[in-house]
């Protein structure tokens, strides 16, 4: 059983692979060389996993924080006898700089250790689990640290303290440091096909720290200018979908983990590590708030290029895809983890690869109508792929699927998955012109109309008094707040104040925050209310003039960023504990989007 709160973590990027840093100094969670990858430490999801521990062999007192500006963490020991500071990289390619930052990146896990005063003495554990824990490598201690290798993985520590294995091949290693004292630590990875990682001496792990500090602020002096209210969390956020943004394609991951559940013991595990199409719209602009517009053309380059092919061929447009652009996606389930809190069945994979989820056709045109510089880079072979997706929408959206929130029972005709067809149509009646596809036009307009009209007619229930999750039903639905935010109705029309009305009385919890739905979805279990919902309520408030109210929702929803602010999925409406796959980039592009529109809102109100 994980022995930490899902909120104790932080996160390290390089922008290929990611780690989790516990509150207590220990590396819990490291995916090498790609963050789809194999765990290298997976502690988090089962005690004998794996991990990497540097931290006081007595009781301390603890504070972390991230450098400024970067994503380097800083962890701060207080013990009786003195003070040192923790802090830990994954290290980016030497001298990069701004946009290309993580294109070199080596798969090296840098720590060093400063003495702030005083003495102190600490434990250093290193159990390295490759392949989930699955593979127990052979640790040999060599001169300045340790090698280990096992199945297709080779590790190199660095170590400038002496580390002995023990009969259960983890290296343990006792050492003090003083006030004034820097020590340096490294591991670097490679498969059994490369070159082996070699070790670091000192002073060169030290000036790669200090470099990747340097890369991490130089991208974020390039790209950070929004100084709205709560510019702070929306300047970090942007840092953090950076840092799940895999550098050699563009795409950015759902989170950084696999399995964390949505009720601690639950069932309801997923594997995040993947890219999907939903949050194509909702990036871009999340990235042009808080990031750069180079990062939305690169993250819409890899979803039009990943999905390409698809519709030509009249298949579904799949609804995700691996980092790298794989379409296979199966799902399996690692039985020798039992997971975090005991939550089985640990899976990697996502099933839900395969649903039909008719939204994806909005989100991406959505998602290039809000780059029109892009578009004009654009050539014949993508104009024609965006023409298409708006065909199939138009083809499609009477049709039943599996809807947003991915629900594996029976289809539905959800409203959500009606209402991003008319966004597909209506975008692409926008960009006609540059699509070269003005013929079109009468087609799609007599399409978005009658999807309007459906929407309008069997969306709304008199008995609910909102707009519900699927044609015919009574039951609430948070997606439903996205109907203002794309522009199908007015945030101030009276049916889509009453919706938002209902939603904020009747589906969140004792503080607020917002559930998804209340329905039953085919799964067992139950889940927590969900961040991004509760920004969605926040964002639908201020675009409906009550910008009070938006920022009192907005400000609870914000509050459940951890020590170093960093937000999961969901929260536990019972303990108040984040829960989910950690960190969520959907969670941190909620909070962009929500700031800007309060920011606009704030601005226009009289």
């Known amino acids: 059983m994980s022995h930490l709160p899902i909120a104790q973590y932080a996160l390290l990027s390089d922008c290929k692979s990611a780690a989790l840093v516990g509150k207590d100094g220990s590396v819990d969670w490291l995916c090498f060389p790609r963050f789809d990858g194999p765990s290298v430490f997976g502690r988090i999801l089962d005690e004998s996993a794996g991990h990497w521990s540097i931290r006081p062999a ?51 896990l840098m720590r060093r250790v400063t003495g702030v005063d005083g003495d102190v003495e600490l434990e250093l554990e290193y159990a390295p689990r490759p392949e989930y824990g699955l593979i127990h490598p052979l640790l040999h201690a060599v001169d300045g640290g340790i090698t280990a290798q ?23 290693g006792r050492f003090t440091v003083h006030a004034g004292e820097a020590m340096y630590f490294a591991l ?8 082996p990682p070699r070790l670091w001496p000192q002073d060169e792990i030290g000036a790669r720290l200090d470099d990747t500090a340097h890369a991490w602020r130089t991208w974020s002096e390039l790209h950070q200018s929004y100084e709205g209210p709560w510019h702070e969390l929306v300047h ?106 005991d939550s089985a069945p640990v899976r990697v994979g996502n099933g839900a690869w395969s649903q039909r989820q008719l939204d994806v056709y909005g989100e991406l045109l959505d998602a290039a109508h809000r780059l029109p510089d892009q578009l004009d880079r654009l050539g014949p072979v993508t104009k024609q792929f965006l023409a298409d997706l708006a065909d199939t929408a138009a083809a499609r959206w009477h049709e039943k699927d599996q809807g947003i929130w991915e629900i594996r029972g029976e289809p539905r005709d959800f409203l959500y998955s009606k209402l991003m067809c008319w966004v597909a149509l209506d975008r692409a009646i926008m960009l006609a012109d540059r699509l070269d596809a003005q013929d079109r036009v009468d087609g799609w307009k007599r ?48 049916r889509m104040r009453a919706t938002i009305n209902a939603i904020a009385e009747r589906l969140t919890d004792e503080h607020g925050l917002v559930y998804r739905y209340l329905a039953h979805d085919g799964l067992e279990g139950e889940e927590g209310t969900f961040l991004l919902c509760t ?27 951890n020590d170093v602010g960093l937000l999961a999925e969901e929260v536990d409406a019972n303990t108040g504990e984040l829960l989910g796959n950690f960190p969520q980039a959907f969670s941190h592009i909620g909070l962009i989007n929500a700031a800007w529109a309060v920011h606009e809102a704030s601005a226009a109100k009289p």
């Open 58 to 108: 007595g009781d301390a007192e603890v504070s972390r924080c991230y450098v400024d500006e970067t994503m380097l963490l800083e962890t701060t020991f207080r013990t009786a006898t003195g003070t040192v500071a923790l802090v830990d990289a994954l290290a980016v390619g030497r001298n990069e700089r701004g946009h290309e930052l993580g294109g070199g990146a080596p798969s090296v």
């Open 150 to 172: 096992g199945g297709a993985h080779v590790l190199a520590l660095s170590s400038p303290v002496p580390i002995e294995v023990d009969d259960d091949l983890v290296g343990r």
């Open 188 to 195: 670097g990875h490679a498969t059994s096909s490369e070159q």
């Open 236 to 341: 970090h956020s942007g840092r953090v979908l950076y840092a799940l943004t895999y550098f050699p394609t563009g795409a950015i991951c759902a989170a950084a983990t696999t399995s964390l559940p949505e009720t601690p013991g639950g069932s309801r595990n997923w594997d995040y590590r993947y890219a999907w199409v939903r949050d194509a719209s909702f990036t871009v602009q999340a990235l042009w708030v808080a990031a750069c517009p180079d990062e939305a053309d690169k993250f819409f380059d890899f979803m039009s290029s990943a999905a390409a092919s698809q519709v030509r061929r009249g298949v579904d447009l799949q609804i995700m895809f691996g980092i790298g652009g794989e379409r296979d996606l199966s799902e399996r389930e690692l039985p020798h983890l039992t997971g975090w809190r």
């Open 447 to 494: 399409s978005r109309d009658e999807i309007a009209e459906a929407i309008l007619t069997h969306g709304w229930s008199e008995k609910a008094g909102a707009f519900t999750q699927s044609f015919g039903s009574e039951e609430l639905d948070a997606s439903n707040l996205m109907m203002p935010i794309v522009g199908f109705l007015p945030a101030d029309d009276p």
């Open 535 to 561: 920004f969605w309520l926040a964002h639908a408030l201020a675009l409906a003039g009550e910008v009070d109210q938006a920022r009192e929702t907005f400000e609870r929803a914000s509050a459940f960023v």
